[in-house]
């Protein structure tokens, strides 16, 4: 099977919610306001719940609660809250597509480890839409849960870290794609925006991360993520080439301070998402 394969076989099981679809249409619109978008949000009484939680979350950290969806719209904005709908639906898919071939707290905690150093390291470097780097992070791997579907043997192989080989080259070794590339795929299906699934296609490529921000930010936050997720492993310093954190100007304290805010939030979303998986006993 190819990327497009896996990819298609997602989509055709996973459609993306009304709400999502009409939001980009809104926000596509010129002439569209802030409160029709909380309205669209507002037919939908379970995402309704959810969006203000998430609003409310670690993610935000606004000085007072927010208790309405068109508060929410004021004090997050229409592209904010967009991505809000967005993170939902990440974690109702990742939900969809859970497969125990794979350690699943590993690769949730990966996911949002990663969503939240891309927005930390975004806030670092003074990039705009910050929530668009935490979508970038959150949905790197969705390509994981799309094998581990369809090919339980394939996923489990490729999950197992080893010191000579870096992860997404045994993906490309034992599947003929990487997870990077069929995680693109999905998102493209989905007919969601270029700023959205490029950088995503494009993490492992370090002459498009020393020229490009956003894609330089995404290749570093997905190999921080690796190394939170993976504590016991002493040998990821090697997946990170120097040059790409100089191209942010990023020294050790920033880093250091990016990813302990990461850890700090980390687990206030994981209960959020999935809250079976990570809430206390």
């Known amino acids: 099977m190819q990327a497009t ?10 459609a993306l ?24 949000v507002s037919l939908d009484p379970s995402l309704s719940s959810k969006l203000l939680k998430l609003a409310n979350s670690a993610l935000y950290n606004f000085n007072t609660e927010i208790s309405t969806i068109s508060r929410a719209v004021s004090a997050i904005g229409a592209k904010a809250l967009y ?23 590993r690769f ?3 996911s949002v480890y990663a969503g939240l150093i891309a927005k930390h390291l975004a806030l670092e470097t003074g990039q705009k839409d910050t929530e668009r780097f935490f979508l970038l992070g ?5 390509g994981e849960l799309a094998v581990a579907n369809r090919s339980p043997e394939l996923a489990s192989q490729c999950e197992q870290f080893e010191q000579k080989i870096r992860p997404w080259d ?17 998102l493209m299906l989905w007919n969601l925006p270029s700023n959205l699934f490029t950088p995503i296609a494009n993490q492992h490529n370090e002459a498009l991360a020393l020229k490009q921000t956003d894609i330089a930010i995404v290749y570093l936050a997905v190999r921080l993520a690796l190394q939170c997720a993976l504590p016991n492993e002493k040998c990821t ?8 954190i100089d191209s ?12 302990l805010s990461s850890k700090v939030e980390s687990y206030k979303i994981l209960i959020i998402m999935n809250p079976e998986l990570f809430a206390s006993p």
């Open 5 to 14: 394969d896996y990819a298609m076989a997602v989509t055709d099981s996973f």
């Open 17 to 40: 919610p009304d709400a999502c679809t009409r939001i980009k249409e809104l926000l596509e619109d010129p002439s569209s306001t802030a409160a029709d978008i909380a309205n669209v």
């Open 83 to 105: 991505s809000l709908v967005m993170t939902e639906t990440a974690r109702s898919a990742f939900k969809h597509f859970e497969n125990n071939a794979i350690d699943l707290e």
């Open 108 to 110: 949730w905690q990966q």
């Open 138 to 142: 959150l949905l790197h791997n969705f």
């Open 170 to 186: 045994k993906q490309k070794q034992l599947l003929g794609f990487t997870y990077a590339e069929c995680s693109a795929q999905i």
């Open 237 to 244: 310093d090697h997946l990170i080439n120097a040059e790409i």
């Open 248 to 259: 942010l100007r990023l020294g050790e304290t920033e880093l250091e301070n990016v990813i």
